[in-house]
Nanobody, 121 residues
Framework: QVQLVESGGGLVQAGGSLRLSCAAS????????MGWFRQAPGKQRALVAI???????NYADSVKGRFTISRDNAKNTTYLQMNSLKPEDTAVYYC???????????????WGQGTQVTVSS
């Protein structure tokens, strides 16, 4: 099994910055894509950013130019640097990864438990 553990959420004023981290652990054979999703109250979970094992990144239009996703493959960790935060960025942020556990025949999706990000106006 693979576990994803997020950290770095919190309360910040509009215009501020936060950095989220997500570390994968467990019996990992390999990790391909990693990314971040968010879910605001009353809304569906939506993609924020995704990064491939080759460091190719894609972003939701709403965060382009403000958020940066990165990863450290040696640490099985992905980061989300969030700058110029807006109140509409308030949500629970979930780490996501496609990974193959030791002994598994195929990869599957894994999710973290979520971390709250609140941006005050």
């Amino acid at each position: 099994q693979v576990q994803l553990v997020e950290s770095g959420g919190g309360l910040v004023q509009a215009g501020g910055s936060l950095r989220l981290s997500c570390a994968a652990s467990g019996s990992i054979f390999g990790i391909s894509d990693m990314g971040w999703f968010r879910q605001a109250p009353g809304k569906q979970r939506a993609l924020v950013a995704i990064i491939s094992s080759g460091d190719s990144a894609n972003y939701a239009d709403s965060v382009k130019g403000r958020f940066t996703i990165s990863r450290d493959n040696a640490k099985n960790t992905t980061y989300l640097q969030m700058n110029s935060l807006k109140p509409e960025d308030t949500a629970v942020y979930y780490c996501w990864s496609t990974a193959q556990a030791m002994g598994a025949m195929t990869s599957r999706n894994y999710w973290g438990q979520g971390t709250q990000v609140t941006v005050s106006s």
